[in-house]
Structure formats: structure tokens, C-alpha cells
């Protein structure tokens, strides 16, 4: 297996992560983003969308998306499970993934887009206002993960699963290349990051370097 990636980018570390969890060895391929490699046509025939992660099996076929990604690799290799195991577990922890996805990852994506990182590359129009209301909407996310993890160990409860990992890899992007770092006083949020952190696979090998 071949992992096209871009190491300071967040989806390709979900799957990085992922494949340490599985034990699994495969290729990585770095793909120059800065150069706009991931938008060549040679890249574009292996993602129409122009993005990482991209696994490529040994057979020659293509994968994209990371969860997606995420998916065949645990069907292929279902130990350790990450998805659940029975009909209530698979249930809810594909929910619990869904709402890191879809409430908090959009938000941090829009600060990214218009803050000063993305605004150097002049490929977006900047919108500050879009910035300054995102900003606030993650910050009062971060308050409610805290919460939410005073009565829970885990983003699905008592185990670590997909959604723990498509978490850190949104937080850890947020705190280091987008300035949105959680408040220390959020003392939950941050015991979570502890414990996940001392993952092997969620180490330095993956983890921002920042
Ligand atoms: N939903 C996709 C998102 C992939 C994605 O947006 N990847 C970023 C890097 S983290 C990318 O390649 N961006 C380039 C672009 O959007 O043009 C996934 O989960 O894999």
C-alpha cells in the first residue's frame, strides 16, 4: 500500500494514525502542496477532488477521503476495531465521528481559509468576518467538548475509536497553524489530549511538530 501525504496536513495524519493503530506497513508519498502537486494532472487521475489522503492498493486502485480510507482498511484488517463492533457500538460511534466532522472540523476550516497562513498563498478571497464568527463558533465548541468529557474518557465513551481520531487531528491542527489553541482552563478537554497524545500512534512520528 502507497499513502500519498502531506505531513503538516491534517486528513492524511487521520489515516496515518489510523495504519499505526492497525500495525501496518505501507509507503508514504509526500505530496508537495506548497507546489501545487496535488492539483497535477498525474495527482488528479488518482483524485479528481486534488486532495490528500490518497491510498493506493497494491493492485493499483485508489482510495480517497480519509474516512473512507479509514473504512476499507478496517474491513480489510478489522484488529483493533475503530469503527465498533456491534449494531448499537457502530451506531454510535459512526455518530459521534459525524459531529466531530461535521460541527467542528467545517469551523476550523473556515478560520484557516481566511487566516494569515492561507492568505499569503492569494488562492482564496479573504473574508475576516467569516474568521471572526468561526473563531468564537470553535471556541464555544472546545467548551462544550469540555463538557462533554467530564462524563465521558473517550469522544465515544470508554474506548478510543475513529472519532478520538478525527478529533486530535482537528485540534491539533486548530492549536498549531490556526491559532485557535483550546483555554488552559479547559480542563477536561485538555486531560482527553493528554491521553490520546500517549497513543504510539498519535506521537511525534504524526503529530504536528509545533
Ligand atoms: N474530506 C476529505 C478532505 C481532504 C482535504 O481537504 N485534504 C486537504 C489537506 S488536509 C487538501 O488536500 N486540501 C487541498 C484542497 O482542498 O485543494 C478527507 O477527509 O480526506
Not at 501525504?5 to 495504519?19: C, E, G, H, T, W
Not at 508537495?32 to 489522503?53: C, I, Q, R, T, Y
Not at 493506493?56 to 482498511?73: P, T, V
Not at 448499537?88 to 459521534?96: A, N, V
Request: hydrophobic share 40%; with cysteine.
Amino acid at each position: 500500500m502507497k499513502l500519498y501525504d502531506y505531513s503538516a496536513a491534517p486528513n492524511p495524519r487521520k489515516v496515518r494514525i489510523f495504519l499505526a493503530e492497525k500495525g501496518l506497513d505501507y509507503d508514504l508519498v509526500q505530496v508537495d502542496m506548497a507546489k501545487g502537486e496535488h492539483k497535477s494532472p498525474e495527482f488528479l487521475k488518482k483524485n479528481p477532488s486534488g486532495k490528500v489522503p490518497v491510498l493506493e492498493l497494491d493492485d493499483g486502485r485508489f482510495l480517497s477521503e480519509s474516512i473512507a480510507i479509514c473504512r476499507y482498511l478496517e474491513a480489510v484488517y478489522p484488529e483493533p476495531n475503530l469503527f465498533g463492533k456491534d449494531a448499537y457500538e457502530l451506531g454510535h460511534i459512526e455518530m459521534r465521528n459525524r459531529v466531530m466532522e461535521t460541527e467542528l472540523w467545517p469551523q476550523i476550516g473556515v478560520s484557516w481559509v481566511n487566516g494569515p497562513i492561507v492568505a499569503k498563498m492569494g488562492i482564496y478571497k479573504q473574508i475576516p468576518e467569516a474568521k471572526e464568527v468561526s473563531d468564537v463558533n470553535v471556541n464555544n465548541y472546545y467548551e462544550r467538548l469540555d463538557k462533554e468529557f467530564a462524563h465521558s474518557e473517550y469522544v465515544a465513551g470508554v474506548r478510543f475509536t475513529i472519532a478520538d481520531i478525527t478529533l486530535i487531528t482537528a485540534i491539533d491542527f486548530a492549536r498549531t497553524s490556526v491559532g485557535l489553541k483550546p483555554d488552559e482552563s479547559l480542563t477536561n478537554l485538555w486531560r482527553w489530549h493528554a491521553l490520546v497524545s500517549s497513543r504510539d500512534s498519535v506521537d511525534e512520528i504524526t503529530a504536528p511538530k509545533k
